[in-house]
């Protein structure tokens, strides 16, 4: 099946790093976003990148769909950013209708 | 725009008890699904809906009844509760087409005890 896979699954930071989460996939993607789970479990949406670079503030995303992965820079993190952040997506052969998450990277960011 | 809601927030079942969870939209999207969440794990697809009177199994569809008989409502049954079904559960909803973002609902956590 289709496979989609984040790195690292953990990471500290002290307040003011920069950090980049990686997310590969095994199929050719229609439509990937990130998501970042907040300490209260609620499911917020970062970007929409099926290919391209997007930014927002001060994270920002970049999918290379021809080499089958993406990534999320976060600069100058705050503690506000601890979470777990997911990438998913649907791909050719689910049909579209299937969203694959990967299994997260648990972001904490201390003072 | 609401966007998509859920309810109840919280729910405690005992073994064999049934219930439905809800889910709403107000954005007129044509598709939309459940999924799961467990501890330590990304969400997983159980039933999704591309449109009023059509629904279709996911990844994890075993336990779960759906029905939408209108493009904003898509609720979730549980006929029988079981411990295993102890998890948060997630609406989402997008327009048609597989290119277009999905949005989620803030989620129900259910405890099967």
């Known amino acids: 099946g289709i496979q989609v896979e984040q790195s690292p699954p953990d990471l500290i930071l002290q307040e003011g790093a920069n950090s980049t989460l990686r997310c590969n996939f095994s199929?050719?993607?229609?439509?990937l976003q990130w998501f970042h789970q907040n300490p209260w479990g609620q499911l917020i949406n970062l970007f929409y990148?099926?290919?391209g670079t997007k930014q927002n503030g001060r994270l920002s995303a970049t999918t290379v769909a021809t080499e089958r992965y993406s990534l999320l820079y976060i600069s100058s993190s705050q503690t506000t950013d601890s979470g777990v952040y997911f990438c998913?997506?649907?791909?050719?052969?689910?049909?579209?209708?299937?969203?694959?998450f990967g299994t997260g990277t648990q972001l904490k960011v201390e003072l | 725009n609401a966007g998509v809601t859920q309810t109840p927030k919280f729910q405690v079942l005992k073994t064999g008890q049934s219930m439905t969870l809800q889910c709403a939209q107000d954005m007129n999207h044509e598709y939309m699904s459940w999924y799961r969440q467990d501890p330590g794990m990304g969400l997983r697809l159980i039933h999704y809906s591309v449109g009023a009177g059509i629904t279709d199994q996911g990844e994890v569809p075993n336990g779960y009844n759906v029905s939408r008989s209108t493009t904003e409502d898509f609720p979730l049954r549980l006929l029988s509760a079981a411990p295993s079904q102890t998890s948060v559960y997630f609406c989402?909803?997008?327009?048609?087409?597989?290119?277009?973002?999905?949005?989620f609902g803030p989620g129900t956590r259910l405890t099967v005890l």
């Open positions: 998913a997506g649907t791909f050719l052969t689910g049909g579209g209708n299937k969203l694959t």
């Open positions: 199929d050719s993607v229609n439509n």
């Open positions: 990148i099926p290919s």
């Open positions: 989402a909803s997008r327009s048609r087409s597989s290119y277009n973002e999905q949005f």
